[in-house]
């Protein structure tokens, strides 16, 4: 009967024994023993560095324009100025700029004021009226047409003509995916010429460099009276730009 009861013993001992070292062995490759491990920052790393480069030209332009009247009754140079920039607006629009890509960034209606010496009080002389307006070309083409025929409809100022990327974050995700790519072929090449076993991404790092607009300066027309049609269209050369995304991965070693 004893000797059943030891039998029995050593039995569940060995029964134990198996499934406390099936956990182990689970635990260790599969379960939270492996997670935990994963958790820990390697020892063995190495860091690898690579550049994306895409060239970009500007696909829109960005056009700022005032009409600036002057005058003692403000409702005539009201709308004096008001003929004159719906006659500019509905030129752009001949130009095949649509309606949404126009917008009235300025009205502005101020006095002017003076000094008169010998009653010693400050008097409005007359009014200075100011409207403004930015168009966004999508055909760059047609910005040397536009800018040439501002002025002889009575647009007496333009501003800095700028040309800009409509969509940059698609650019900034190509030159992304060419450092990517550069650096798992560099760190490829570098673990084989040491004779090592590439392992996963412990870390990594971007950054980069988001398209800027691109101003070219324009002649500012004389303020308050009509300006002489030009002689021949402006030479508008929208350039190219770089855009670059630089990265830093760390990668184990097996």
């Given at each position: 009967?004893?000797?059943?009861?030891?039998?029995?013993?050593?039995?569940?001992?060995?029964?134990?024994?198996?499934?406390?070292?099936?956990?182990?062995?689970?635990?260790?490759?599969?379960?939270?023993?492996?997670?935990?491990?994963?958790?820990?920052?390697?020892?063995?790393?190495?860091?690898?560095?690579?550049?994306?480069?895409?060239?970009?030209?500007?696909?829109?332009?960005?056009?700022?324009?005032?009409?600036?009247?002057?005058?003692?009754?403000?409702?005539?140079?009201?709308?004096?100025?008001?003929?004159?920039?719906?006659?500019?607006?509905?030129?752009?629009?001949?130009?095949?700029?649509?309606?949404?890509?126009?917008?009235?960034?300025?009205?502005?209606?101020?006095?002017?004021?003076?000094?008169?010496?010998?009653?010693?009080?400050?008097?409005?002389?007359?009014?200075?009226?100011?409207?403004?307006?930015?168009?966004?070309?999508?055909?760059?083409?047609?910005?040397?047409?536009?800018?040439?025929?501002?002025?002889?409809?009575?647009?007496n100022q333009i501003g800095q003509v700028s040309f800009e990327i409509d969509e940059p974050e698609k650019y900034l995700a190509e030159a992304r995916d060419k450092a990517f790519d550069?650096?798992?072929?560099?760190?490829?090449?570098?673990?084989?010429?040491?004779?090592?076993?590439?392992?996963?991404?412990?870390?990594?790092?971007?950054?980069?460099?988001?398209?800027?607009?691109?101003?070219?300066?324009?002649?500012?027309?004389?303020?308050?009276?009509?300006?002489?049609?030009?002689?021949?269209?402006?030479?508008?050369?929208?350039?190219?730009?770089?855009?670059?995304?630089?990265?830093?991965?760390?990668?184990?070693?097996?």
């Amino acid at each position: 009967m004893e000797n059943n009861s030891a039998k029995f013993k050593n039995i569940a001992i060995a029964v134990f024994m198996v499934f406390l070292m099936s956990v182990i062995t689970y635990s260790f490759f599969w379960g939270p023993a492996k997670k935990f491990g994963d958790s820990l920052f390697p020892t063995r790393t190495f860091l690898v560095s690579a550049e994306g480069k895409v060239m970009v030209s500007p696909d829109i332009a960005k056009i700022s324009f005032s009409v600036i009247s002057e005058g003692i009754n403000p409702k005539t140079i009201a709308e004096e100025n008001n003929k004159k920039m719906n006659s500019a607006i509905d030129f752009i629009k001949s130009q095949g700029i649509d309606e949404k890509d126009i917008k009235t960034t300025q009205y502005n209606l101020s006095p002017r004021y003076e000094y008169d010496e010998k009653t010693k009080k400050t008097f409005i002389s007359g009014y200075t009226l100011t409207q403004n307006v930015l168009v966004k070309i999508r055909d760059l083409s047609k910005v040397a047409e536009v800018l040439g025929g501002l002025p002889e409809l009575g647009i007496n100022q333009i501003g800095q003509v700028s040309f800009e990327i409509d969509e940059p974050e698609k650019y900034l995700a190509e030159a992304r995916d060419k450092a990517f790519d550069k650096a798992n072929i560099k760190a490829k090449e570098m673990s084989g010429k040491n004779n090592v076993q590439l392992g996963r991404v412990i870390n990594f790092l971007e950054w980069g460099s988001t398209p800027r607009p691109y101003y070219e300066n324009l002649r500012a027309l004389g303020m308050g009276g009509e300006a002489a049609a030009p002689q021949a269209l402006p030479q508008i050369q929208p350039g190219t730009e770089e855009v670059i995304v630089q990265v830093n991965i760390t990668y184990e070693i097996k």
